[in-house]
C-alpha cells in the first residue's frame, strides 16, 4: 500500500507561517494531481489547493493570497507555503495525490497545523 509520507505541520502563532512538504516514491511516474485537503474538528475535509503535473495551481478561496502550493516532479513530491495563518486555518492536513495508470487516489496519514490568537 503505497503512503505519502508528510512533513512539517506544527504550532504557530495567527500571522506566522509554516511550510508543509508531501512525497510521494519517485518510482510512481503516473501520479497527477497533487495537493491538500484539510479537516478541522466537526467539519468536513476540504480541498485547499492542488496542482497538476504540468499544469496551474487551484486553490479554495479561503486562502487565496496566503497560501503557495508547488511542486517538483522529479522528486515526486509537493509543498504548501501557508502564510499569513489564522486560527481558522487550524486543522489536519492531508496530502493527495492520483494516480492516472493505476486510477488509483493516495493519501498522507495527516499532519497538524494549529493557529493560536
Known amino acids: 500500500q503505497v503512503r505519502l509520507v508528510e512533513s512539517g505541520g506544527g504550532l504557530v502563532q495567527a500571522g506566522g507561517s509554516l511550510r508543509l512538504s508531501c512525497a510521494a516514491p519517485?518510482?510512481?511516474?503516473?501520479?497527477?494531481?497533487m495537493g491538500w485537503y484539510r479537516q478541522a474538528p466537526g467539519k468536513r475535509r476540504e480541498l485547499v489547493a492542488a496542482?497538476?503535473?504540468?499544469?496551474?495551481?487551484n486553490y479554495a478561496d479561503s486562502v487565496k493570497g496566503r497560501f503557495t502550493i508547488s511542486r517538483d516532479n522529479a522528486k515526486n513530491t509537493v509543498y504548501l507555503q501557508m502564510n499569513s495563518l489564522k486560527p481558522e486555518d487550524t486543522a489536519v492536513y492531508y496530502c493527495h495525490a492520483d494516480d492516472l495508470l493505476r486510477v488509483v487516489d493516495y493519501w498522507g496519514q495527516g499532519t497538524q497545523v494549529t493557529v493560536s490568537s
Open positions: 496542482i497538476a503535473r504540468g499544469g496551474g495551481p
Open positions: 519517485v518510482s510512481i511516474f503516473s501520479i497527477n494531481n
